[in-house]
C-alpha cells in the first residue's frame, strides 16, 4: 500500500497542493499518494484523526484551519511556534507534531530562485494576520537591516512586532509596527504583501515613494495581477513577483520532512505556470 498524505482545507478543491506532490513523488521515486481532503468547519480535528486511523502518514493544513492544526499537535516545531500556526502534520508513533513550512518556502523563494539576498535590506511587511505571522521569524532569521509591519490597524501591527521584538532572532533586525500612514517619507529594499486585499482587488492604503533603487516588490498571492503589483510597477519597483514560488517552495519543504528528500521545485514551478 502507498504511503497516504493529503491537504485538509475548506474549501479545498481549488488547491495545487495535490499536482505539486505528484510531480515531487514522481521526480524522487516516492511510493506515495496525496488527495485533498474536505474538512467541514466544525469537524478539522476528526477529519485528521479519520485520515490518521486509515493509515496516513502526514497532512499539510490550509485556510481556515492552521490555528486549530496548531492546537491540535502534541509537539510543534520552533517556527511553528513562533507562526502560531501550523500547516504540516506529520504522524508519529507519539503523536501529531506541527511545522509551519510557509516562512521558509517565502525565503526560500526570495533567496534562491530570485536572488534577493535578505541580509542587511531594509524590509516592509504589510499585514498582521497569520500570513504575517507566519514568516516573520524566517525573515528575520537573514538578518535585515530592520523589519517593518504595517497594518491598516496600527494597534496589531504594533501587536505582532511585540511578540518578536527583543528576541534572538530580532538582535540585528529591529523589528517595528505601524500603520500605512506612518510609511510615508520611508523608503524600502523589500515590500512583501501578506495581506487578502488582492483577492477582494483592492490596495491597501500606501503612500507614494516606498520603492528604493533596485527594490523588489513580492506578493504572496499567485495566479493573478494584484492591484499592489500594478501599484509597486508603477511606483519604480525595480522586479515584481507573486507568491507562486513562495507555494511550491513551502510544499518542498514538507515533502522534505515528510520523506527526507528534497525535491527540485524549479520544474514543477514551470509546469504551474505553463498551466
Known amino acids: 500500500m502507498k504511503d ?5 482545507g475548506h474549501p ?4 495545487k497542493s495535490p499536482f505539486i506532490h505528484a510531480q515531487f513523488a514522481l521526480q524522487t521515486r ?3 499518494e496525496y488527495a485533498a481532503l474536505l474538512a467541514p468547519l466544525d469537524g478539522f480535528a476528526q477529519t485528521v484523526e479519520q485520515f490518521r486511523a486509515a493509515g496516513g502518514r502526514g497532512a499539510n493544513v490550509t485556510l481556515p484551519f492552521k490555528e486549530p492544526a496548531y492546537a491540535l499537535c ?3 516545531s520552533p517556527r511553528a511556534e513562533s507562526a502560531g500556526a501550523v500547516n504540516t502534520l506529520i504522524f508519529g508513533a507519539h503523536g501529531v507534531h506541527g511545522d509551519n ?4 518556502g517565502l525565503t526560500r523563494d ?10 542587511g535590506r531594509r524590509v516592509l511587511l504589510m499585514g498582521a494576520g497569520g500570513a504575517a505571522r507566519g514568516v516573520i521569524l524566517p525573515l528575520l532569521e537573514r538578518r535585515p537591516e530592520c523589519l517593518v509591519i504595517a497594518n491598516r490597524t496600527a494597534v496589531k501591527a504594533n501587536a505582532l512586532a511585540a511578540l518578536f521584538d527583543g528576541t534572538p532572532s530580532c538582535a540585528d533586525a529591529p523589528v517595528s509596527g505601524c500603520g500605512y500612514v506612518d510609511l510615508a517619507g520611508q523608503r524600502f529594499d523589500l515590500v512583501i504583501n501578506a495581506t487578502s486585499a488582492g483577492l477582494a482587488g483592492e490596495l491597501p492604503a500606501l503612500p507614494d515613494g516606498l520603492f528604493a533603487a533596485d527594490a523588489l516588490a513580492y506578493d504572496m498571492l499567485y495566479g493573478r495581477e494584484t492591484p499592489f503589483m500594478r501599484f509597486a510597477r508603477a511606483q519604480g519597483a525595480a522586479r515584481v513577483a507573486d507568491g507562486l514560488g ?3 517552495e513551502q510544499a518542498a519543504e514538507s515533502f522534505f520532512l515528510w520523506r527526507g528528500v528534497r525535491p527540485d521545485t524549479a520544474p514543477v514551478m ?5 498551466a
Open 4 to 8: 497516504r498524505y493529503a491537504v485538509i
Open 12 to 15: 479545498v478543491a481549488h488547491s
Open 30 to 32: 516516492q511510493d506515495m
Open 74 to 76: 502534541a509537539t510543534r
Open 101 to 104: 513550512t510557509d516562512g521558509y
Open 110 to 119: 526570495l533567496v534562491d530562485n530570485l536572488g534577493f539576498a535578505l541580509q
Open 246 to 248: 513562495m507555494l511550491v
Open 270 to 274: 514551470a509546469a504551474l505556470r505553463a
